[in-house]
């Protein structure tokens, strides 16, 4: 297939490598900036513009992977061509591209990217979603030449999963800059956390997260939490995480949101 991608940052950079990988044509790679356009285009044999008025005609489809404010922006400069347009964005509805053409479909691949850090794509989740039938068979035949895990998500589902995930990762990888702050302060490594960190992640790979809950707070264990509280003084905004996290699981363990 020929595929015009319109972005260059980290999702841009893993899709484009698998696509091309896959055997798939990377016609031209868009950026507003040209270094970063032709820095990606060179990887993956594919013309590098930094205008939109530079778009050759001759695609399949055209892939957008940029943030979700610059996507309605972008979506009207595409549709006179009357090819496919999809998005990559885990929050913004099917209907945004609607709103300029009949030709939509969103391919989300529901992972956290990195351009320094590489990944098997094949593991990676695809969610798929078409205007019609007919895109969306062509968006999951495309999304298994690259991903053995490809779903049919909607956007209303799609938009919970993205919740989801920020929770999941966006979230918990904050904690770990805050736990690594904390350490720092006190000249200890964050290495010390990491075989937690991992085996924490590990246990979920088998058990519901709600079952496998540890802590002072599911155990209710009111001094040491206190004297938490007390170790974050000075950090109001801290403190009140603290509380907030530990009320949330104390409030689930006691409805008995957790395997037996």
Not at 2 to 27: D, F, P, Q, Y
Request: glycine share 4%; with cysteine.
């Amino acid at each position: 297939m020929r595929i015009t991608l319109i972005g260059s940052g980290n999702v841009a950079t893993h899709l484009a490598a698998a696509l091309k990988n896959a055997g798939h044509r990377l016609v031209q790679v868009y950026s507003p900036n040209m270094q970063n356009a032709a820095m990606l285009g060179y990887h993956v044999g594919a013309v590098a513009i930094d205008s939109l008025k530079d778009i050759d005609s001759e695609t399949d489809i055209f892939i957008i992977a940029v943030k979700d404010d610059a996507i309605a922006e972008i979506v009207p400069k595409l549709s006179p061509f009357k090819k496919s347009i999809v998005h990559t964005s885990g929050a913004v509805e099917l209907q945004t591209l609607l709103n300029f053409t009949t030709e939509a479909g969103v391919f989300y691949p529901l992972q956290t990217f990195s351009k320094t850090k590489e990944l098997n794509f094949w593991d990676v989740p695809i969610c798929i979603e078409g205007a019609t039938e007919e895109i969306t068979k062509q968006l999951e035949e495309l999304a298994r030449t690259i991903s053995n895990n490809v779903y049919r998500v909607n956007s209303a589902q799609r938009k919970i999963l993205h919740l989801s995930a920020v929770f999941a990762c966006n979230f918990t990888n904050h904690l770990y800059a805050v736990s690594e702050a904390l350490l720092k302060e006190h000249n200890m490594s964050f290495d010390m956390l990491r075989p937690l960190i991992l085996e924490t992640a590990d246990k979920i790979k088998t058990h519901h997260p709600a079952a496998v809950q540890t802590g002072p707070a599911v155990r209710k264990d009111e001094h040491t939490m206190q004297a938490h509280l007390q170790m974050l003084d000075g950090k109001d905004e801290l403190q009140q995480i603290y509380l907030l996290l530990s009320q949330d699981i104390i409030k689930n363990s006691n409805t008995g949101n957790r395997d037996s």
